[in-house]
C-alpha cells in the first residue's frame, strides 16, 4: 500500500480537505439560513401592507375603493408567492444543514483513522526501540 509515514500523509491531507469541504458546506448553509430569513421577513413586511391597505375605508369613489382592492389583492398574491420561496428556502436550508453534519462526521472519521493510525505507528516505533539488539536490561535474565 506505501510506506507508514506516506500513509499518515495521505490520511492527514485527506482530513485536511474533508474540513475544507465542511467549511465550504457550512457557508452555504449560512448563505440559505440568511435568505430564508430575509424572505421570512418580506413575507410579513408584505403581508402586513396588504392588511393595511385591505383596511384601508377612505376611498371617495368606486374607482378608488376598487384601486385600493386591486392593490391590496396584488399584495396578497405577493406575500404568498413570497411565503412559498421562504419554505422552499426552508428546505434548501434544512437540507444544507443535515449535508454540514454527514460532512462533519466524514471529517471527525478521517481524523479518528488518522489519529488511530499515528498511535499505531509510535507503539511500533515504541516497540521497535525497547526491542533493539544490544540493548540492556534491567535486573538478571530470569525477571
Known sequence: ??????????????ERIRAVAK???????????????????LADRTREMAAGYSAHTTSTDALQLVGMLSFAQSLHRMS???????????????RLGRDVHAAERSRATAQERADQYQAELNRAAATKYADAPGRKGFGTKFE
Open 1 to 14: 500500500m506505501g510506506s507508514d509515514p506516506t500513509r499518515l500523509t495521505r490520511l492527514r491531507r485527506i
Open 23 to 41: 467549511e465550504m458546506k457550512l457557508a452555504d448553509a449560512a448563505q440559505a439560513e440568511s435568505t430564508l430569513h430575509q424572505l421570512r421577513s
Open 80 to 94: 404568498d408567492k413570497v411565503s412559498a420561496d421562504a419554505a422552499s428556502a426552508q428546505h434548501v436550508a434544512d
